[in-house]
């Protein structure tokens, strides 16, 4: 229940192409859903974040799109840039009093030039 | 101006040893996150203080412990280092209200080597 799953593990594109990288989760109570890009060697950097209410949401080149029914959320990746070679984590936020973040697995993406 | 600071970013130690690694925010959050990364990239959240108040203890060793001397900082103490806690440490912040721009911002973490 507290669980965030996310796939593709990893993931290998072309330049220009678009990665989509997807998360499912249980808890309703999840009130929440950020997206963090992490380079090596360095922390978790906010991307984006949705709330439970809005179907898509989109910042410059990337987009996530939430489907409450499904329970489920992706992040698009447009026009990728091989700067965009980074592990990509989805979360979630507890707001059931916790407030805690969890994070789904990771998923390492290479763009190849 | 770094927001969410730690230090030290790297730390290598003996097993048995004790050591602490600091955190400061200047974000202006009321609370504050001690996460743990290990090897296979895995983000697990260990601890969770709001206004210096501790609020989520996942289940981790008691050698781990945690002082907030008030609501910008967060320590991480761990005594009687075992190899199993080399990973990286993260210390992130945010709102903890609903309504509110709450998202976690994290630290640039800490590499912790038992050797």
């Known amino acids: 229940q507290q669980q965030v799953k996310q796939s593709p593990q990893s993931l290998i594109v072309q330049k220009g192409g678009i990665p989509i990288i997807n998360c499912a989760y249980e808890n309703t109570a999840f009130d929440y859903f950020p997206w963090y890009q992490q380079f090596p060697g360095k922390g978790p950097a906010l991307l984006i974040a949705?709330?439970?209410?809005?179907s898509e949401k989109k910042e410059g080149r990337f987009t996530i799109s939430f489907n409450k029914s499904a329970k489920q959320f992706s992040l698009h990746i447009m026009d990728s840039q091989p700067g965009d070679s980074a592990t990509y984590f989805c979360a979630a936020r507890d707001g059931s009093g916790t407030y805690k973040y969890i994070f789904g697995t990771g998923t390492r993406l290479k763009v190849l030039a | 101006d770094t927001a969410v600071s730690q230090t030290p970013k790297y730390l290598v130690t003996q097993m048995g040893n004790d050591k602490s690694i600091k955190c400061e925010q200047n974000l202006g959050h009321d609370t504050m996150y001690w996460y743990k990364q290990d090897s296979k990239k895995f983000l697990k959240i260990m601890f969770s203080y709001n206004n210096k108040e501790l609020i989520i203890n996942e289940t981790v060793p008691n050698r781990f412990s945690p002082k907030s001397p008030d609501k910008a900082h967060l320590n991480l103490h761990i005594n009687s280092l075992e190899l199993g806690d080399s990973a990286v440490y993260f210390c992130?912040?945010?709102?903890?209200?609903?309504?509110?721009?709450?998202?976690?911002?994290f630290g640039q973490g800490t590499r912790l080597t038992v050797v």
């Open positions: 992130a912040s945010s709102h903890r209200g609903v309504g509110r721009n709450t998202e976690a911002f």
């Open positions: 949705i709330r439970p209410d809005v």
